[in-house]
């Protein structure tokens, strides 16, 4: 089950403090795991103004969906389809001359100008052009001006979720001074930088626009169990029991375990496996914990798998998996 008004409600917190920076909704890897296109269009109308997405893949199914608002798309390869993107209205982030090149190529081909945030690295080491690079990036955009192409610079915290850790202010003066060049050559660039926990923590890294991705869903990126923050959980995976069966002492359960019960129990089976978003690991540890009538959380099984949430929410998947749209789930 999907709760679009805990999305509303986050999407709402989120733009509290954003300073007057506009507001991305990220809506990659299928929104999170809670459906890219139901979860883009609440985030909407709670107050964001721009979406983010991966893969032009993800890009098309917003557009085809018939949502029209600003869409940036930061993650392609050098074959990708950007006449296509362009022709669509998609932002691309670009991050080196020739990835510039193709999309530009991919401009001229759609007849009409692309839209290009330039991404700086700013010691992420993720898809950011590097300092000694900067220049001859910066240089070619602002030819491109001619051609009417609007240029962004951004780039992406690598230590957001610790508020204090001193690598951020790092980043954000690098990411500064490589806006200042931009600037320098006639370009009007806006800034963006901060993710979930640079929104939550850090109104002086705002800037122009803020990009909240999982927070937008289910988790705290502070890490806060959800009684002790403003956010509400998004998604619920739940299974009806199929059977409930007597298992006498001493006999075997399930397949490919080497216990069996120390004295007779009652067991349930619930039809709900690997295929449908269940990790593996879970079940192997013999840790997979559920709750009749409840449910243990995602950061419950990220702790027990040595993982991080994300993993858990965008792991839902499968067609035996049915995404149930509600508006209004449990009083949190």
Not at 114 to 143: E, I, M
Request: glycine residues 8%.
């Amino acid at each position: 089950m999907v709760d679009l008004a805990a999305v509303r409600h986050n999407v709402g917190v989120l733009r509290e403090p954003s300073s007057g920076a506009a507001l991305m909704a990220v809506v990659k890897a299928e929104g999170y795991g809670h459906g890219a296109v139901p979860v883009a269009r609440a985030a909407l109308e709670a107050g964001a103004s721009w979406l983010g997405v991966c893969t032009l893949e993800e890009a098309h199914e917003l557009r085809e969906a018939g949502i029209s608002a600003p869409l940036l798309s930061w993650l392609h390869l050098p074959g990708d389809d950007f006449a296509t993107a362009v022709a669509a209205d998609v932002d691309l982030s670009v991050a080196s001359r020739e990835h510039l090149a193709a999309v530009l190529a991919g401009a001229r081909h759609a007849g009409r100008p692309a839209r290009l945030h330039l991404k700086v690295d700013t010691a992420l080491s993720r898809n950011g052009a590097q300092p000694c690079c900067w220049s001859d990036l910066v240089d070619d955009a602002a030819k491109a001006v001619a051609d009417g192409t609007a240029e962004v610079v951004w780039s992406h915290l690598a230590h957001a979720d610790a508020p204090h850790h001193p690598g951020i202010d790092r980043q954000a003066a690098r990411l500064l001074a490589a806006w200042q060049a931009a600037r320098d050559r006639g370009l009007v660039p806006i800034r963006h930088l901060a993710k979930s926990a640079a929104t939550r923590t850090r109104p002086g890294l705002h800037f122009d626009l803020v990009r909240p991705g999982i927070a937008g869903y289910v988790l705290d990126p502070l890490d806060r169990p959800a009684a002790e923050g403003p956010l509400h959980p998004a998604m619920t995976l739940r299974a009806r029991v199929a059977l409930v069966k007597r298992v006498p002492a001493s006999e075997g359960v399930s397949y490919g375990h080497e216990w069996t019960t120390p004295a007779a129990t009652t067991l349930a089976l619930l039809p709900i496996g690997y295929a449908d978003s269940v990790p593996c690991r879970l079940d192997r540890a013999s840790r997979w914990r559920v709750l009749l009538a409840g449910a243990p959380t995602a950061q419950d099984w990220a702790d027990e798998l040595g993982t991080i949430h994300y993993e858990i929410v965008t792991g839902v998947h499968g067609r035996r998996v049915t995404r149930t749209l509600v508006d209004g789930g449990p009083p949190w």
